[in-house]
């Protein structure tokens, strides 16, 4: 079992920026593909970002594409989403996740494991 606690959400201005971050534990981090997704109500879990295991190979939704950095720090178990430049249409409750098999991390499907999930809110 993987355990997955997000932190970092809160209300901020668009134009700000934001820093998630997301700590792991029960597995060896490093063999963990990890990944960002985020939701509003009724809607699907929409794909934000993803890293490899070893954070070589890094993927984007393009809405998000040179405003987002994700990241991580496999000596603190924890993967990061810099967020910058937000805007009103970034609000949603984010999701981190991790996946053993990692061999899709752009898709929901691809997790074994999920977090809590915190709220981001953009105001205009």
């Known amino acids: 079992q993987v355990q997955l606690v997000e932190s970092g959400g809160r209300l901020v201005q668009a134009g700000g920026s934001l820093r998630l971050s997301c700590a792991a534990s029960?597995?060896?981090?490093?063999?963990?593909?990890m990944g960002w997704f985020r939701q509003i109500p009724a809607k699907e879990r929409e794909f934000v970002s993803a890293?490899?295991?070893?954070?070589?190979?890094?993927f984007y939704a393009d809405s998000v594409k040179g405003r987002f950095t994700i990241s991580r720090n496999n000596a603190k178990n924890t993967v990061y989403l810099q967020m910058n430049n937000l805007k009103p249409e970034d609000t949603a409750v984010y999701y981190c996740?991790?996946?053993?098999?990692?061999?899709?991390?752009?898709?929901?499907?691809?997790?074994?494991?999920w977090g809590q999930g915190t709220q981001v809110t953009v105001s205009s």
């Open positions: 996740a991790a996946a053993e098999t990692a061999i899709n991390l752009r898709a929901p499907g691809g997790y074994e494991y």
């Open positions: 029960g597995r060896t981090f490093s063999s963990l593909g």
């Open positions: 890293i490899s295991r070893s954070g070589i190979s890094i």
